[in-house]
T-cell receptor
Framework: AQTVTQSQPEMSVQEAETVTLSCTYD???????LFWYKQPPSRQMILVIR????KQQNATENRFSVNFQKAAKSFSLKISDSQLGDAAMYFC???????????WGAGTKLIIKP | GAVVSQHPSRVICKSGTSVKIECRSL??????MFWYRQFPKQSLMLMAT?????????EQGVEKDKFLINHASLTLSTLTVTSAHPEDSSFYIC?????????????FGDGTRLSIL
């Protein structure tokens, strides 16, 4: 069975600085999808970025980028130029090719210091 | 695009009441919808997966008779918490996906905070 691990329950960063959130996963599948979701205090779950495992190039969305290391089964999220609005819970999620369910990590609470 | 509307956003009711939560995909056809429950400071726990026109698939430990799911159309799924009790108080979130497989992400509703007195 697949598992997703987020080892950082909480992270804090100074506004305008860069922070990296860690995520590792375990799977025997060769093709799959990885996602980072953001859940602000409003509780809405927002897709931040996604990565297809067959793509070697790391996904990037504006200030958000990932470091995808397939061999190490690592999928970290880097947030550059942190803003107050980035404060939220961040969840890493895995989805296999044949199973449409998402496997969720426990989440990392990101605190932005003004 | 890919907007999911969940209603109501908050429900407060007495023990024994049945509560219906709606999840609608507003601008796409959702082949598959998911219902999650989230406890404070925890991750999402998948309760069930529903496919349009068929019975929902419930996760282990989730009572089918307690949490009734109907996915009658490609844009609407409902979760009914029957005879709700205080232990059912939680945050419920739905999500919808265009397809069953592939890289189609799940799009989430805003959630429903259910409080049973």
């Amino acid at each position: 069975a697949q598992t997703v691990t987020q080892s950082q329950p909480e992270m804090s960063v100074q506004e305008a600085e860069t922070v990296t959130l860690s995520c590792t996963y375990d799977t025997s599948e060769s093709d799959y999808y990885l996602f980072w979701y953001k859940q602000p205090p409003s509780r809405q779950m927002i897709l931040v970025i996604r990565q297809e495992a067959y793509k070697q190039q790391n996904a990037t969305e504006n200030r958000f980028s990932v470091n995808f290391q397939k061999a190490a089964k690592s999928f970290s999220l880097k947030i550059s130029d942190s803003q107050l609005g980035d404060a939220a819970m961040y969840f890493c999620a895995y989805r296999g090719l044949s199973n449409y369910q998402l496997i969720w990590g426990a989440g990392t609470k990101l605190i932005i210091k003004p | 695009g890919a907007v999911v509307s969940q209603h109501p956003s908050r429900v407060i009711c007495k023990s024994g009441t049945s509560v219906k939560i709606e999840c609608r995909s507003l601008d796409f056809q959702a082949t598959t919808m998911f219902w999650y429950r989230q406890f404070p400071k925890q991750s999402l726990m998948l309760m069930a997966t529903s496919n349009e026109g068929s019975k929902a698939t419930y996760e282990q430990g989730v009572e089918k008779d307690k949490f009734l799911i109907n996915h009658a159309s490609l844009t609407l799924s409902t979760l009914t918490v029957t005879s709700a009790h205080p232990e059912d108080s939680s945050f419920y979130i739905c999500s919808a996906s265009r397809g069953r497989v592939g890289n189609q992400p799940q799009h989430f509703g805003d959630g429903t905070r259910l409080s049973i007195l």
